[in-house]
């Protein structure tokens, strides 16, 4: 999983989740973004290397704030391009999936 996918993946999770199911619904993400066909997995990857762009500059020079990533992710939500809205809908369910069955359960 490439750098930004891991921040898109973190700025998706409840933040009340504990260090263990954290790290397994990232586990679940990168080995399922890992098994995808070559040509959908491309595709996805572009999708992250386009998006992130700016967020790894950001990053590099030391202006990376996660509560832009989030404002971020809500324009892409809600944008007219389709792609850039599958992209975050795509991380998103991989995301409440993990969450749902990898969390222990409140019982």
């Known amino acids: ?3 930004f996918e891991r921040q898109v993946v ?11 199911t954290r790290d397994a619904v990232e586990s679940y993400v990168t080995a399922t973004l890992h098994s995808m066909p070559e040509h959908l ?3 996805v990857l ?10 790894w500059v950001e990053q ?3 202006r990376f704030e996660p509560d832009r990533l989030h404002a ?10 389709d792609p850039v809205r599958q992209y975050v809908r795509l ?9 749902n069955e990898l969390a222990p359960s409140a019982t």
Do not use: N, Q, Y
């Open 46 to 55: 572009a999708e992250s290397l386009a998006l992130g762009s700016r967020s």
């Open 10 to 20: 973190g700025a998706l999770m409840r933040p009340d989740l504990d260090t263990e």
């Open 41 to 43: 997995r491309a595709g």
């Open 72 to 81: 971020r992710l809500t324009r892409w939500k809600h944008s007219s391009i």
């Open 91 to 99: 991380l998103e369910s991989l995301v409440l999936f993990a969450e």
């Open 60 to 62: 590099r020079i030391g």
């Open 1 to 3: 999983m490439l750098w």
